[in-house]
């Protein structure tokens, strides 16, 4: 009995898939304008790097070990991470507020959740303007209340008192609307089972929310965390219209430093080394938050 041996295969053949020709024009867009600017500002970061000079000196890391001694930075650095806590807590707290208290759908809740998200659709520098007029000591709307009330009103965006919690108040109200919508998409995916369930074992409003909501809302918290942490770090828009990094560099940022260096001073190598650097502390933080929620998961 005769056999025939199976063809013999040849090696892999390439097989193309036309899906690649869909993602194609986003990959070039993402190369031209994401990925090179990104590996050209580490190389700019490495040389004496000024707008109109001829040639570049190579530096190495020298940029980084000055920017480590610059005191303007480290102030800016100090400026944006308060920023950035008191913000992101005050968002996060406010916004879970807000959206256990509009849980439940009503024409009322309807309106309240659309005016207290259209904030957060407006322009930074909108906002910015908006409130630099209304905080004006001279004309403002918010000194002419508190003076009609007999409330003697600082000069809050002048006051290196006053200028960052100023700040500070027009970020958590730009942004806490976001932050309530999110949690109110998580608040409505519990299964009302669950409060059943615990209702019957005797837990009152308070354990339901303890040991039922913040559970379920662990990832929707998680995401909002994190956007309004890189958020926070990437202030610009908001103390660039409202205080210009004053008074006396009172609410200057890490991005408006970079700015200063790289687009005034034309330091384009040192504000590339301000850029890499402030890159590096956001992806440490987020890596940080998102190992904590993945520990509390696990345990």
Do not use: C
Request: no cysteine; charged share 10%; proline share 4%.
């Amino acid at each position: 009995m005769s056999t025939t041996s199976p063809p013999a295969r040849s090696g892999p053949r390439f097989r193309f898939n036309s899906a690649y020709l869909f993602i194609a024009p986003s990959l070039v867009l993402i190369t031209v304008f994401i990925l090179e600017p990104i590996l050209q500002s580490g190389w700019m970061s490495l040389h004496d790097w000024s707008v109109g000079e001829a040639s570049h000196k190579f530096v190495g890391l020298d940029n980084y070990a000055n920017l480590f001694q610059d005191h303007r930075f480290w102030n800016a650095l100090k400026v944006t991470v308060f920023y950035t806590i008191a913000v992101s807590v005050g968002q996060v707290v406010l916004g879970l507020a807000l959206a256990v208290r509009l849980r439940r759908t009503s024409w009322f809740t309807s309106i309240l959740r659309i005016f207290y998200f259209l904030p957060f659709v407006a322009s930074l520098v909108v906002v910015g303007i908006i409130w630099k007029f209304l905080l004006d000591p001279q004309v403002g709307l918010v000194t002419a209340w508190l003076d009609a009330v007999g409330i003697s009103a600082p000069d809050f965006l002048q006051s290196t008192s006053w200028a960052l919690p100023s700040v500070i108040a027009v970020g958590i109200w730009k942004n806490v609307g976001f932050t309530m919508i999110i949690l109110l998409a998580g608040l409505q995916q519990i299964p009302s089972d669950l409060y059943e369930a615990s209702a019957i074992d005797g837990a009152g409003s308070w354990r339901q929310f303890r040991y039922v909501t913040l559970p379920a809302l662990r990832p929707a918290l998680l995401f909002t965390s994190l956007i309004a942490t890189i958020n926070g770090f990437q202030l610009f828009d908001l103390v660039f219209a409202m205080t210009g990094g004053g008074p006396i560099f009172h609410t200057e940022s890490i991005v408006q430093y970079l700015y200063q260096e790289g687009f005034v001073n034309f330091a384009m190598g040192y504000a590339s080394a301000i850029a890499w650097v402030l890159f590096l502390i956001i992806m440490v933080i987020s890596a940080v938050q998102l190992r904590v929620a993945r520990y509390q998961d696990a345990d």
